[in-house]
């Protein structure tokens, strides 16, 4: 493979909703030279390739910052960091306003306020959203974007007892090329991770699903190996969706006021509550209780209502507003099937992913985190994804320009001889060199599917785990890793496909070591402990977790933060 060295102030890594937006706010406010590396192409990439109809989290009128923390915190039953949680509230109006003037529309009534769906969101014609981001991200000169590279592997240093930053490595998807990538502050905004579970469409339709299926948990992975401490990853999401399609069901609950009901056109909403767990919840008792499917009662809103419904499908997920046209029935003549989805791993809907401090630093020096892979801050959504990059964009900036003024003219070291490098690209070397794989990528991937479905607390348990099988599932994780390993690539695409499938490996094994530490349920589906099924008072805690040189998972329990305070690594 050919190496290409290059080198930059600042290194992003994902170019989606979070990386855009934050190599633009760096370009914008400094000099610093930015890298995007983006797996796929940052035109369409990510969570919004698809566009999105709301902006789910924005503070109207009458609100404030802290009612959006108070939101998130109750919806969270308390395991949040408020104090991450407070510093995005109060930017989700900034960064919207930002969106207004990248040329996002933006619904507004006649006196030109803002059309809102509920407190706490905004109605938009967003199928252009991610297409905005990119441009606003590539009109810099000092910003330069690295499509179709995929990112691996974290380079560090010790010093003075800390895990330092200096890079990544990774490679080219198209061509046979390896890349270093060095720079003096990473910014991971890589999303969340999908495909852990088997999902609820089987064969080709397996990645219709709810999550972005490009999402592996590159980003998790790559700070797991590289010993930076996460936060809550027993905290799954499970997303409440439109049977078959897996479309949002948020539009249709708030946009026309639509309750779930069981097949008797009974309302449970209230028997087991409306935090975003209990609606997945309710939905499976109630369908475990004999009395599904289970839908949202939409049969009999207005022609202008349903007219609505289509076009907000249209601008986020096009087939469910196809299946509609398709059958001859929509909305109006006959309600909408609901279903949950497999779990997911995100940090953005729950609260999985780095630990950080309130300046998104992660436990690596200058690393930095946001969106989808930081955690602490669940129902951030996209203006929260993009708050916490312009929060983290604000510190890269400061401690650069601090850096400068100690070392005036400073330059990065030559590195001539990088021995992390070699090793990494020695690994992917072996891939192209080992014996033929008697499995294939996809079988291998499909049995980790089956192994988290049956025993780490999957669709076909109704989402429930116990002790037992959270012991199975992390033997057979472990094997699999081993066989990862061995798998031959006969191109960069399959080589890619192994690499996705060794992320989502080491994903499943800490989301197992999580599971097994908190010894409660504390929200039912998304953490449902058979053996321990009530909340705890002693698991009022953040369960986080660190990788040991060895490759086994420490568990670490951190109190929480209360209301004003906030937390740093130097605490």
Known sequence: MEVKIIRNDVLIIGG???????????????????????????????????????????ITPGHTPEDYVEYARKDAEGIVREDLLMTLSERLNEVTKDLERMGLTILKDADGNYVSRGWRNL??????????????????????????????????????????????????????????????????????????????????????????????????????????????????????????????????????????????????EETYGSSTAERVWGTVEEKKQGRGPCCLATKGISGEQEEDLYLAYLNMAPVQTLKWLAGGKGPASENVEIDGSEPYVVGGHAASGYWVSTDRETTIDGLFAAGDVCGGAPQKYVTGALAEALIAAEAIVSRSEAKRRKNPGAKSAEIEDDVQAA????????????????????????????????????????????EAGLAIADERIRELQILQEGLRAHSMDELLQIYELRERLIVAGALIAHLRARKETRWHSFQENSDHPQKKKEYELYINSRMEDDGTIRIIRRPLTGRGEKYEHSD
Request: charged share 20%; hydrophobic share 40%; proline share 3%.
């Open 16 to 58: 989606g909703a979070a990386g855009c937006y934050a190599a633009g706010k760096i370009a914008e406010r400094s000099g610093l030279s930015v890298l995007i590396a983006e797996k796929a192409n940052i035109l369409r990439s990510g969570c919004l390739a698809a566009g999105v109809n709301a902006l789910n989290a924005y």
């Open 423 to 466: 090793g990494i690209l020695e690994k992917y070397q072996k891939h192209f060199s080992a014996p033929e794989s008697f499995f294939s990528v996809q079988q291998a991937e499909e049995a980790m599917q089956k192994v988290m479905d049956e025993y780490a607390g999957g669709i076909r348990t109704n989402y429930s785990y116990n």
């Open 123 to 268: 109605k938009i014609n967003g199928e252009n959203i991610k297409p905005l981001l990119a441009g606003y991200a590539g009109k810099s000169e000092h910003v330069k974007v690295l499509n179709h590279v995929n990112i691996t592997d974290f380079l560090t240093e010790k010093k003075d007892g800390k895990v330092r930053i200096r890079g990544a490595a990774g490679f080219s998807t198209e061509k046979e090329v390896f890349y270093l990538l060095y720079a003096d502050g990473v910014l991971i905004a890589t999303g969340g991770a999908s495909g852990l579970y088997r999902p609820n469409n089987p064969g080709s339709a397996r990645h219709k699903m709810w999550y972005c299926p490009f999402n592996t948990g590159a980003g998790y992975a790559m700070g797991i190996l590289a010993g930076a401490e996460m936060t809550t990853l027993e905290m799954r999401f499970i997303a409440l969706r439109c049977k078959d399609t897996l479309a949002p069901t948020g539009t249709i609950a708030q946009g026309v006021g639509a309750v779930q009901v069981n097949a008797k056109g009974e309302s449970y």
